[in-house]
Structure formats: C-alpha cells, structure tokens
C-alpha cells in the first residue's frame, strides 16, 4: 500500500512561484508513474504532469508547459512540482498521485490508484 501526502500549498502571488511536495510511504517500485493533478471548483480533476519513478521523461498538460516542472527525489520518496510564472487559472487543490503501471505518457485519472488528500494553490492578484 502506498501512502502519498502533498505539502507546500498556499497563496501566492500571480507570477510567482510555489513548489509542490509529494512524501510516498510504501514501497515504490521502478514501474510505478508519479503524476500531478488539479482540480478547482466547478471544475473536473485535470492532468498537470507525470514522470516515471525510474525516470527518463515527463509528460506536461499544455496549460502549464514551460511553467511547471515535475521531479523526484528517488531515495527519499519525494516528488515535486515546482511551479513558476503562476496564473489565476493555476489556483486549484493539486493532487499526487501514483500509477503501480502504466506510461507516464497517459494522462487519464483513472489510471491512478493512489492519491494523496490534495493541497491548496490560491493565487492572488
């Protein structure tokens, strides 16, 4: 069973920037994808991004290409988004989530079995 819990939520400033931690408990193994997504209100759960835990690329939502950057800390079980030039559209609780299989290439919800309880992105200004 993998445990995910997200951190680094909270408001900032339209422009700025806010980087997003995922903590996996559990054993991860190589074939798992690691993803990101969103969600605001009113709205659908959206893809952001995904990598694959044994690394080698990423896949990006075109709303956030050359804005956001998804990565992992391989041996401390971390993932991140590091998000940069945010907008008032990028406002939204992000979820991470963890595929046991998969291509990092799919960005389909339900492609994901676990995912963490979410974390808050509120854009000002």
């Known amino acids: 069973q993998v445990q995910l819990v997200e951190s680094g939520g909270g408001t900032v400033q339209a422009g700025g920037t806010v980087r997003l931690t995922c903590a996996a408990s559990?054993?991860?193994?190589?074939?798992?994808?690691m993803g990101w997504f969103r969600q605001a209100p009113g709205k659908e759960r959206e893809f952001v991004a995904a990598?694959?835990?044994?690394?080698?690329?990423?896949n990006y939502a075109d709303a956030v290409k050359g804005r956001f950057t998804i990565s992992r800390d391989y041996f401390k079980n971390l993932v991140f988004l590091q998000t940069n030039s945010v907008k008032p559209e990028d406002a939204a609780v992000y979820y991470c989530?963890?595929?046991?299989?998969?291509?990092?290439?799919?960005?389909?919800?339900?492609?994901?079995?676990?995912w963490g309880q979410g974390t808050q992105v509120t854009v000002s200004g």
């Open positions: 989530a963890a595929a046991r299989s998969g291509s990092y290439l799919n960005s389909e919800a339900t492609e994901y079995e676990y």
């Open positions: 559990g054993v991860i193994f190589n074939t798992y994808v």
């Open positions: 990598i694959p835990w044994s690394g080698g690329g990423t």
